[in-house]
């Protein structure tokens, strides 16, 4: 099966609520999520918390409108899950709390910002595509916090300071091309 096919057949399986696809889903997925909310003050029942609510995101998307995934399943999801816990990390830092209060959640509000940011993040991709190969692969390591004269080195340039020109024009670059997109205002 080739990673094509294991995309679709793992988005048809969210879809269709097949069992075995969604039992595979939460065995390849899962752990990976596990790993990235524990390493951010997370617990076991967070993270399933966070990949629950990001196949329910995801399949209601679906049934809103019609999408397709850029990368991976794997990616898209994985990327949603990420959102959703730092989404979740930054309302429990500015909580106050009070146990005489009882919190209201809105679950369609937060599915209403996670389709955003899903959006958001697809039209970053294809935009990234639009850049030249140069500009993506200092845009990669920028995005790894690679330090700039081990990109220096790596590419052949001179210096990391000329890194750090070029990846400033390639992010203007990026940010000129999403912003000329009519789906940006959209997205804001």
């Given at each position: ?9 793992l988005l048809n399986s ?74 979740a990390l930054n309302k429990k830092k500015n ?94």
């Open positions: 099966m080739t990673n094509s096919e294991k995309d679709d057949y969210l879809i269709n609520k097949d069992e075995k696809g969604i039992a595979e889903i939460y065995k390849l997925i899962f752990p990976k999520v596990l790993g990235f909310v524990r390493k951010n003050n997370g617990e076991l029942q967070d993270a399933k918390d966070v990949f629950q609510k990001a196949l329910l995101q995801i399949t209601a998307r679906i049934t809103v409108k019609e999408f397709t995934i850029n990368s991976t399943f794997e990616g898209y999801l994985f990327t949603a899950c990420k959102n959703l816990w730092k989404r909580r106050v709390t009070n146990p005489q209060v009882m919190e209201l959640v809105n679950e369609e509000h937060d599915l209403g910002l996670a389709t955003v940011e899903l959006e958001r993040w697809d039209l970053f991709r294809e935009k990234l595509q639009e850049l030249t190969e140069n500009c993506r692969t200092l845009l990669g390591y920028a995005f790894q916090k690679k330090p700039y004269e081990e990109i220096a080195l790596e590419l052949g340039y001179n210096t990391g300071n000329v890194v750090r020109q070029r990846i400033f024009k390639c992010k203007k670059r990026l940010t000129e091309i999403i912003q000329r997109d009519k789906r940006f205002k959209k997205l804001n």
